[in-house]
């Protein structure tokens, strides 16, 4: 069996689209080779990287190219009869393309059905075909989903993914860090770990239970991360858990009823960190230690095959509930205080001084920013320009960077240059980083509970709105229309931007309508902006008419002001995301656009 690296081609006439089905190759430990086909001369295929490639795909369009998708594939496969080769389009006319996935099957290339261009399809595809040329073919260690992607936990056999995680942490550090831990647990009461995930930060998360226990009790999630980095941030976590969320003080706002009791410090190592020195913490799981544990993200996907779309938006709605009113507003929202800052300020603060505003961009941000508004721009263009008029994109980011750079809110009613604007904002306990990885669910008697996790960003005095604001844009972004690969689709575009229109803000009101039985890609819109609104529909409950002190309840100008700066920011950083497609970066280029001129209308009428 070959332990080589693999190695893969990927061939796409859009940069965006060749970065998003590369991800899941190279955070599988491949060797990807991205190539562009604009400007290249027929001459060119007989110049194609063959030697030493295990798989290659490409899609069969390739806009201002000499040749098909089709083509470079099959000069591949004379180069190199052993790569894998599959060809994929987003659209295609019926009887064109069973005459192209005729003549691919006769090269030995797998032709996809149309749409079907999904990184988890294509990945799969790969593999299968690969495998299917090279017998004994042997995966690198680490799947690309045990990269960041949630999976079930394994019985209590330990699965591959398990094994993998293992490896990738060593046993020899997980042991002691688990021993550490849990020093009352020994070879007499075995602790039981199921993985989980892992996280961009290099960490690896565990659950852990006592399997030979009548009664098993809670469980623990066990956090391990390596390295300075890795002990600043698990002690940060440690500290602020601790301080703002058990303490000893019986007043306190405490998340109670569905986050840890407890949380383990990390290991004191007595000396330096050293780059392959690993820590951990645990979280406490109130409960009573059985049921699936999952991730918002995981539930909102969930199964096709565990019933309708109907069914899983109810339970999604009734965990948003329970996750907003019943724990976070009820124990940190609805008792907010409210104080004089700038919604938005420049730059960062200096080091240990307060934040004077609510928000802001690094200079290392705001050039990944720019960086992949010039990315996008020609491909916005076509898309955007035709729904929103002639050089709308080139208005669009150019709004976009005086914002940033300035300020500056485009407002017929008062000069609205934000950095130099203080208001009353609500301030609270906030986690700081609710995206959709971060909330977990556990599963009670068929009843979904949320669980919490990564308080690194938690915050006592935040700003509440921003807990809301990043699982809304998680919804949009990254889980709309995932369900079925439709988010990558040019022409839903326009119906995106119609449910935007029609999104209100303030949500007074919230109503139980159930999900209309809207089939496929419509029905997966129709899910997310419901959704949506119930989260908008809870943050005006809990920081409007539920706070606690209603002399500072903001006004419907400030309530808005305050969610849309909130949604801006969470927006803007989504541009520079790389784990997000271009279609959705394009609809967040229309909301950046959408939210800084109501930005500037809100401030005008507050200040004239």
């Given at each position: 069996m070959s332990h080589d690296q693999p190695s893969i081609l990927v061939m796409d006439d859009s940069p965006h689209s060749r970065r998003y089905l590369s991800l899941p190759f190279s955070r599988a430990s491949w060797s990807v080779q991205e190539l562009d086909p604009m400007g290249k001369t027929l001459d060119f295929l007989e110049r194609l990287p063959c030697e030493g490639l295990t798989a290659a795909i490409a899609d069969w369009h390739l806009a201002e190219s000499p040749f098909s998708g089709l083509e470079a594939l099959s000069a591949v496969r004379k180069g190199n009869g052993?790569?894998?080769?599959?060809?994929?389009?987003?659209?295609a006319r019926g009887e064109e393309w069973i005459s192209v996935r005729e003549d691919a099957r006769k090269t030995g290339i797998l032709a996809l059905e149309p749409r079907n261009v999904n990184p988890e399809v294509i990945?799969?595809?790969?593999?299968?075909?690969?495998?299917?040329?090279?017998?004994?073919?042997?995966e690198p260690r680490q799947t690309w989903e045990d990269y960041e992607a949630w999976i079930r936990p394994e019985d209590h056999a330990p699965g591959s993914r398990l094994e993998q995680a293992i490896e990738l942490v060593g046993k020899g550090n997980l042991v002691p860090i688990l021993q550490g831990l849990f020093p009352d647990r020994g070879p007499q009461r075995p602790i039981h770990y199921d993985y989980l995930k892992s996280g961009f930060s290099g960490s690896r998360v565990f659950l852990l239970n006592d399997p030979s226990a009548s009664n098993p009790g809670?469980?623990?999630?066990?956090?391990?991360?390596?390295?300075?980095?890795?002990h600043l941030t698990l002690s940060k976590e440690h500290t602020l858990f601790h301080r703002s969320i058990l303490g000893d003080n019986p007043n306190l706002q405490k998340l109670v009823g569905y986050v840890a009791e407890e949380l383990r410090p990390p290991?004191?190592?007595?000396?330096?960190?050293?780059?392959?020195?690993?820590?951990g913490i645990a979280y406490r799981?109130?409960?009573n230690g059985t049921g699936q544990v999952t991730s918002f993200r995981e539930l909102y996907l969930g199964d096709p095959e565990t019933g309708p779309e109907e069914k899983r938006y109810r339970q999604l709605k009734l965990f948003l509930d329970r996750l907003y009113s019943s724990c976070l507003g009820n124990w940190f929202q609805c008792k907010a205080t409210a104080s004089r800052r700038k919604l938005w300020a420049a730059s960062?603060?200096?080091t240990g001084s307060k934040a004077e505003a609510c928000y802001y961009l690094d200079q290392k941000k705001k050039l990944e920013i720019f960086i992949a508004l010039a990315e996008l721009r020609p491909r916005a263009s076509i898309l955007l320009d035709r729904l929103c008029g002639a050089r709308a994109v080139k208005t669009f980011i150019h709004e976009v960077k005086e914002f940033v750079e300035l300020g500056w809110c485009n407002s017929g009613l008062?000069?609205?240059?934000?950095?130099?604007?203080?208001?009353?904002?609500?301030e609270a306990s906030t986690h700081g980083?609710?995206?959709?990885?971060?909330?977990?669910?556990?599963?009670?008697?068929?009843?979904m509970y949320p669980f919490l996790i990564d308080f690194s960003e938690f915050e006592e005095k935040g700003h509440p709105f921003y807990d809301y604001a990043r699982l809304e844009n998680d919804i949009r972004l990254r889980l709309m229309g995932y369900e079925d690969g439709s988010d990558i689709l040019d022409e839903l575009l326009a119906e995106w931007l119609n449910r935007e229109e029609r999104l209100k803000m303030v949500i007074e009101e919230r109503h139980d309508n159930e999900l209309p039985a809207s089939p496929g890609s419509v029905g997966f819109i129709d899910k997310a902006y419901k959704l949506i609104a119930e989260i908008r529909g809870l943050a005006y409950q809990n920081l409007s008419i539920g706070l606690k002190d209603q002399s500072i309840r903001p006004s419907k100008e400030s309530f808005s002001a305050q969610y849309t700066s909130a949604l801006l920011h969470r927006t803007l950083i989504s541009l520079a995301s790389t784990d997000i497609v271009p279609q959705k970066k394009i609809l967040g280029l229309w909301l950046a656009h959408s939210l800084i001129s109501r930005l500037g209308t809100l401030v005008g009428k507050m200040t004239s």
């Open positions: 052993l790569v894998a080769c599959v060809l994929y389009t987003i659209w990945f799969k595809k790969v593999l299968e075909e690969v495998k299917r040329l090279r017998p004994g073919f042997q809670p469980r623990y999630i066990a956090k391990v991360a390596q390295g300075d980095n890795g290991m004191d190592q007595g000396g330096p960190v050293r780059g392959n020195d690993w820590f799981e109130v409960g960062l603060p200096p008062a000069e609205a240059v934000l950095f130099h604007r203080e208001f009353m904002v609500l980083d609710l995206h959709a990885g971060n909330v977990l669910s556990l599963d009670r008697k068929g009843e």
